[in-house]
């Protein structure tokens, strides 16, 4: 006590001393990150409510951008969800969360799925689905953009949902040394098993593929020429690595037509 009894006492002779002559500490602001007033649109209304359904497929997408930790540094994963079927029609990796990451989600997503006018395209405030160029996506597709409330995640738990499930089943149980490990297995859960073979409580223990199909909009309906075919896949029994060619999909995987083997 003695120890302490001494330093409050030369904190109370310092006070003292500054009091006299009239010194002031300069206090430090509080950082605000002034690039959001500046360089982002204002924010829209926000379209999606809760509970969060929709009557039908391709009536409102929701989007939000994740990352998993490998050796090699971070990959960033951006994803858009079908409301209705809870089928992930568009996603894309990459090493940073760059524009070209959502943008290139978006644009798998609409050649997927070639959604009419007036879709509900729902994100957070984030910067990224506010910039010039994914607004201009939006628009060249006539989608409605809907944001959620600022600092409230609970209005994109659709997205979360999804990001949850990813990585309590997969990324948390594993160590990727690289992001190609990483890559490949989000690809083959997302494609070969989340989409088509997992179960969901909220579609009566249905997959998303089966709702689809049920709704008469099957993953390779003839009024739907952009939807994924899975023949467009090739896995190698070496690295098990799933190659695609003639799609979007191949350069989101960062894989030419010409590096798929034959046969």
Not at 69 to 76: A, I
Not at 144 to 153: E, I, P, T
């Amino acid at each position: 006590m003695a120890g302490f009894e001494t330093i409050w006492d030369g904190v109370r002779q310092a006070a003292r001393l500054c009091r006299q002559a009239a010194i002031e500490a300069r206090r430090s602001r509080k950082f605000r990150l002034a690039y959001k007033a500046r360089n982002t649109a204002p924010a829209a209304p926000n379209l999606l409510r809760w509970p969060f359904k929709a009557d039908y497929p391709d009536q409102v997408w929701v989007t939000d951008v994740t990352f998993t930790p490998t050796r090699s540094g971070w990959l960033y994963l951006a994803a858009l969800i079908d409301l209705h079927t809870r089928l992930v029609v568009g996603w894309s990796m990459k090493e940073r969360p760059n524009q070209e990451l959502v943008n290139e989600a978006l644009m798998m997503a609409v050649e997927q799925r070639r959604p009419k006018p007036g879709l509900i395209h729902h994100s957070d405030q984030g910067i990224l689905y506010s910039s010039g160029s994914y607004l201009a996506l939006l628009k060249k597709y006539g989608m409605l953009r809907s944001v959620s409330a600022k600092g409230n995640c609970y209005d994109n738990a659709v997205a979360e949902s999804f990001f949850s499930s990813l990585k309590n089943e997969i990324v948390h149980h594993r160590n990727y040394h690289t992001r190609d490990e990483a890559r490949t297995e989000i690809f083959e859960y997302i494609e070969l098993f989340y989409n088509r073979k997992r179960l969901h409580q909220s579609l009566n223990y249905q997959t998303p593929i089966s709702t689809s199909q049920s709704k008469c909009l099957p993953i390779n309906c003839p009024s739907n020429p952009g939807q994924l075919n899975l023949s467009h896949f090739v896995v190698t029994e070496g690295r098990k690595k799933v190659l695609c060619h003639g799609s979007i999909v191949a350069k989101l995987l960062g894989i030419m037509p010409n590096e798929v083997p034959a046969g």
